[in-house]
């Protein structure tokens, strides 16, 4: 089964940064949020991919990603799509979106919690210790 539709996050806020740059006045706002989102989207993307079939909406455990961008941050898909999702949201430059996209971001914080809980119970001392060495 394909899974192309796992990408839609991605693509969502994507579009959400090419229509700040085509659409929002020129600020500096603009230019440092885009320059961060543009930095962060490559990332989030790699995170992506090097997590492969192991990546789920649902927290599981079929194997631990240790490789990579895993090798540093047990969190990188988290990270860089948060860190894009806000830049963008920044770079659209209507705070009251922005306002609730921050109020929203604890579900990132309980989805990375349930996942931890699901590889410790999976993995055990190679999840402590891989844990051990990653950041975030």
């Given amino acids: 089964m394909k899974r192309w539709w796992l990408w839609g996050d991605v693509a969502f806020y994507l579009a959400l940064l090419l229509f700040a740059v085509w659409k929002r006045p020129h600020t500096p706002t603009l230019a440092v949020a885009a320059g961060v989102a543009a930095a962060s989207f490559p990332l989030w993307v790699l995170a992506?991919?090097?997590l492969g079939p192991a990546f789920s909406f649902h927290a599981r455990a079929d194997h631990l990603v240790t490789t990579g961008?895993?090798?540093?941050?047990?969190?990188?898909?988290?990270?860089f799509g948060s860190i894009a999702?806000?830049?963008s949201l920044v770079a659209l430059q209507v705070w009251w979106v922005?306002?609730?996209?921050l109020?929203?971001?604890p579900i990132t914080i309980v989805r990375a919690t349930r996942e931890e809980r699901v590889l410790r119970?999976?993995?055990g001392k190679e999840y402590e210790r891989w844990r051990q060495r990653t950041w975030c």
Avoid at 69 to 79: A, G, I, K, T, W
């Fill in 48 to 50: 992506r991919l090097q």
């Fill in 85 to 87: 999702g806000v830049a």
């Fill in 103 to 105: 109020l929203l971001s």
């Fill in 98 to 101: 922005l306002v609730v996209a």
């Fill in 69 to 79: 961008l895993y090798s540093r941050f047990r969190h990188p898909v988290y990270l």
């Fill in 121 to 123: 119970a999976s993995f």
